[in-house]
């Protein structure tokens, strides 16, 4: 084969040409790589094992051309390392995003538990949160149509607790050995190994239209719960029923909440389309940007306490995770806040590392039946050494313990902390090593079981509709559409007909006026015969509102984001005020232009873009405005990005403030003078502005939605 020309190098050494970049020196080498060389401070790059290296851009060869040498003991450590890179995704919950705070105890909480971090008033206790979407994968977007996960790690001084819950309080199933069957249906289908992050396919509703215990939660994630507009406007919930034990040994049962300071948010199944598409970290940035500019996301822990007596009231079983408490039956108390101040330093080291078990628990807390949870702790340490892949997980900092911690446990893959002195066991006569603590330590509520062992579901876990029919009946009128569309939309990604059938056959176990709905937007020839039931539906169930979202929501616009498009001529001190007033509400804002150089206002000053405008379209903020120059609309309206900008903003009922030159984009976005509801709003003049942004705390102009008919 003839030399390439281009191979053979020519030019001068490396030293005769060198040049500095942001303060860097940077020489050439002779083929004409770049060379950055350590000089001064800058310390020097070296291998694994810290031997200094001379070279990193070229491997060791035998002449210019080669071939490669193996004796390149750097080459071969750093792809080693890299080809290493990765550890197994989790098989749930892989895409997450986490953050560092703190949990602070209001009250002391001695008459229902001892655990330590509920004794002092003001207390603090380290925390780390992982957020995460279950079925997609690590690389998938964050509005998946999904239950988010609502994980936390209290480092509490009587060792770790993990709360590992959800953004919604029942569950699929009610016992943990069906749970590979509904991961495996929700999934990627096996063949095709699609479609990622999306229960809209056949397997997964085949699964849950042969599983009615699964219905209740179906109502839940087919509702706007499973579309949060950021992790900071989530409820979690423990979702199981687990007990809180005192220093007198004893027991009440709780079920934890955790309720978000600035309300409850979600985004509209159209909008969280397109946001995929425009921005699939929507989530994580949003998390990221409020942490990083001082805006600490804040939940209240709240406790659902209750007796066996309580419990007994109802005919459900308070064991089985398909069911909840409502909170009007049985107000939640407030316990303490979480707050979440600090981003994790390494994504890996953190969030990817970190591992939750349900079965971390500190005295006087406990577990209850529910046999979910029993199966739970099981699963989460097994899960931990197939991810990280040693029984010394513990030695990683993220899940070290912040409290003093004494055991035998030794040796095995990568040991980083190993016993000191002699004795490696008790008892033993050096009086070296720690001793057990009846005291001090975890004793298991002494409870009292007896019964023949048989693989049963008890009848107490048989009503899969009645609580079902209560979600739906407490939304508001806009959020059970919601749940219609949803559904339709998802049973219409389903190719087979019998599944669709089955669904609307429980969906009449529901409520008649749902399954109605859905059925005729499938287009079901006739209605199927309702699913039998094991237990008929309780009709006489009151709505709980604390079950809705719209309904409570928070009326103001604090922590949300207005997108402001702006333009050469844009009335300078129109913007200036709106950012005032804006940035007063507790809100941010980001400016967008046609381009992202920025654009000069009427004062003639350059106010940079954060946005050009086909990547900020509106679905990435919670409402809009529009302050064109007159001279520039002509332009403007030629765009279609622009056009998007205005139509989804009106479709997904935002709040739409704007200035008169505004007008022609509206008209050319097909929105006309009758179309410009109480969701527009003239910002010429101050006393506008103002009246503007205290509209915004209505968050959407729900009035509009039946106009638009956006599903
Ligand atoms: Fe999980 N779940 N799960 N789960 N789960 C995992 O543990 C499992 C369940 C939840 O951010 C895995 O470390 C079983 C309910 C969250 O790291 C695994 C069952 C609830 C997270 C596992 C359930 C959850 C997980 C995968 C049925 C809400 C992410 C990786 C019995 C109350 C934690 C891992 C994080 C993760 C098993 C059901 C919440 C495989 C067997 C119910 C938030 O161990």
Not at 51 to 67: A, C, E, T, W
Not at 247 to 275: C, D, M, R, Y
Not at 360 to 383: C, E, M
Request: hydrophobic content about 40%.
């Amino acid at each position: 084969m003839a030399k390439s020309s281009k191979s053979i190098v020519k030019g001068k050494p490396a030293s005769a040409r060198s040049m500095t970049i942001h303060d860097q020196k940077l020489s050439r080498g002779e083929g004409g790589e770049l060379h950055q060389v350590a000089t001064g401070d800058v310390p020097v790059l070296t291998t694994a094992q810290g031997g200094p290296v001379s070279d990193d851009q070229n491997s060791l060869k035998i002449g210019p051309r080669g071939p490669t040498l193996l004796e390149d003991f750097h080459f071969r450590e750093k792809i080693f390392h890299f080809d290493h890179e990765r550890i197994p995704e989790r098989v749930v919950h892989a895409r997450g995003y986490g953050a560092h705070g703190f949990f602070e105890n209001y009250k002391p909480m001695s008459k229902y538990t001892r655990a330590d971090l509920f004794q002092r008033a003001g207390e603090r206790t380290p925390a780390f949160v992982r957020f995460s979407t279950v079925a997609g994968s690590k690389g998938s977007f964050d509005l998946a149509r999904d239950v988010r996960g609502f994980a936390v790690k209290l480092y509490t001084q009587e060792g770790n607790w993990d709360i590992v819950g959800n953004n919604i309080p029942v569950f699929f199933i009610q016992d943990a050995i069906k749970f590979p069957d509904l991961i495996h249906a929700v999934k990627e289908e096996p063949d095709c190994a699609f479609p990622q992050a999306q229960s809209a396919h056949d397997n997964f509703w085949d699964f849950v239209s042969l599983t009615p215990e699964s219905m209740h939660m179906i109502m839940w994630v087919m509702s706007d719960r499973a579309l949060p507009r950021s992790l900071r406007f989530m409820e979690g919930f423990g979702v199981h029923t687990f007990r809180l034990v005192n220093a007198k040994n004893e027991s009440t049962f709780v079920k934890f909440h955790w309720k978000p300071k600035l309300g409850l948010q979600s985004v509209l199944w159209n909008e969280a389309v397109k946001i995929n598409g425009a921005d699939p970290d929507f989530h994580r940035r949003d998390l990221w940007t409020a942490i990083q500019s001082g805006n600490f996301p804040e939940w209240e822990l709240q406790f659902q306490l209750f007796d066996q007596a309580f419990a007994d009231k109802f005919d459900f079983d308070v064991l089985d995770p398909t069911k909840l408490i409502p909170e009007e039956l049985l107000p939640p108390i407030a316990v303490g806040r979480l707050v979440l101040d600090r981003m994790p330093d390494n994504f890996f080291a953190e969030t990817e590392q970190v591992a939750f078990m349900t079965q971390n628990v500190p005295p006087g807390i406990d577990f209850s039946n529910d046999p979910l949870l029993q199966g739970r702790n099981f699963s989460y340490l097994d899960t931990q050494l197939k991810r990280l892949g040693s029984p010394n997980f513990t030695h990683i900092p993220i899940n070290a313990p912040k409290c003093p911690f004494a055991h035998f446990q030794q040796d095995g893959h990568m040991a980083m902390r190993n016993p000191i002195g002699r004795a490696n066991y008790q008892p033993n006569s050096f009086g070296e090593g720690p001793r057990e603590s009846p005291q001090r330590g975890f004793v298991p509520f002494a409870d009292v079981e007896e019964g023949p062992k048989r693989r049963l579901r008890a009848e107490s876990f048989a009503d899969h509709y009645s609580q079902a029919r209560q979600f739906f009946i407490s939304q508001t009128e806009g959020e059970q559409d919601h749940v219609a569309a949803a559904l339709t939309s998802e049973l219409s990604k389903v190719k087979t007909p019998a599944i669709r059938e089955r669904m609307v056959a429980h969906l009449l176990n529901i409520h008649r006026d749902l399954a109605a709905k859905v059925g005729e937007a499938l287009g079901l020839k006739a209605m199927p015969k309702p699913a039998d039931a094991a237990v008929p539906t309780r009709q006489d169930l009151d709505p709980s509102p604390a079950l809705g979202i719209v309904g409570k929501g928070p009326q103001r616009f604090e922590g949300r984001k207005l997108g402001i498009l702006i333009t050469d001529g844009t009335d300078a001190p129109l913007l200036k005020a709106l950012q005032a007033a804006v940035t007063k509400a507790g809100a941010s804002f980001e400016i967008i232009a046609p381009r992202i150089g920025g654009a000069r206002t009427s004062d003639g000053k350059l106010v940079e873009a954060d946005q050009r405008i086909d990547g900020g379209p509106s679905v990435l903020y919670d409402a809009v405005a529009l302050l064109p120059a007159a001279e520039i609309i002509d332009d403007l309206v030629r765009e279609s990005t622009a056009r998007d900008f205005v139509a989804d903003a009106f479709a997904h009922c935002k709040f739409i403030g704007h200035v008169d030159a505004a007008m022609p984009l509206f008209v050319k976005a097909g929105i006309g003078k009758p179309d410009m509801d109480e969701g527009f709003v003239n910002l010429a003049g101050a006393k506008n502005v103002a009246g503007f942004i205290k509209r915004l705390g209505q968050l959407r102009v729900w009035s509009r939605e039946p106009n638009v008919k956006m599903r």
